[in-house]
């Protein structure tokens, strides 16, 4: 039986990511079935429309207004729960569509069309890709990356868990691929929003790893 990925993504106000997913996803190659899960919400601009408009993915478009302010990409308590709020119902809807593997992936992170397929060779409880700045070698998530109480930094080599050439082990990750597993025996995102939910997958005795040749970019702000 071909595996269902749930691939789990937040929008707010970003209507052009909508547009670029439409079309992005729909050329990854691989031998799953994929259900994107769309959690919109508190957008002042047609972003959910967009979403409900999309005829080229297996979607799932969910509205879900917090009215909270839209922060900036902060380390914040009020913004880290928000986030897992909306996380924690995409992670939920995924468990009830039967899906045997959720991702966790940002709305406006670019992926190119063998990620996924490569994400799942790998066979891991938990697997994420490296996340660079687009058009640049720096690492990006420096605060949901880390091993041994020491964050990714910004330049490589990144970490001294690094490894070039092979999946190596962490404890956190912020864009990792799971198994609907470990969801299943009750780990959630939390006021730590990824951290805590990379700590919930450790403590069961799970492993998350990160792939060296898999990488994603996050665009440049203007």
Known sequence: MMPVVGVVSLFRDNRDDAIRI???????????????????????????????????????????????????????????????????????????????????????????ENIIGRLLRHNRDAIAPMLLWEGTHKFRDTWAYHKDN???TAN???????????????????TPLIKSEILHKGVRFN???????????????YKIYVDPKSIIYHPVPE
């Not at 690094?162 to 999946?167: G, H, Q, V």
């Not at 006021?191 to 069961?204: A, H, P, Q, T, V």
């Open 150 to 152: 020491n964050n990714f």
């Open 22 to 112: 439409a079309d992005e996803r729909a050329k990854w190659v691989t031998n799953c079935k994929i259900l994107h899960i769309c959690i919109e919400g508190d957008s002042k601009d047609d972003t959910f429309a967009l979403l409900k408009s999309i005829n080229t993915l297996n979607t799932i478009v969910i509205k879900h207004d917090q009215k909270v302010p839209r922060y900036g990409s902060y380390v914040i308590p009020e913004r880290l729960k928000a986030l897992a709020e909306l996380w924690n119902i995409g992670v939920e809807e995924a468990l009830r569509a039967g899906c045997h593997y959720i991702w966790i992936l940002d709305s406006d992170i670019k992926v190119n």
């Open 191 to 205: 006021d730590m929003e990824i951290r805590g939910f990379c700590d919930g997958i450790n403590k069961l005795g």
């Open 156 to 174: 490589p080599p990144y970490h001294k868990a690094y490894n070039p050439n092979t999946p190596f082990h962490v404890w956190g990750a912020g």
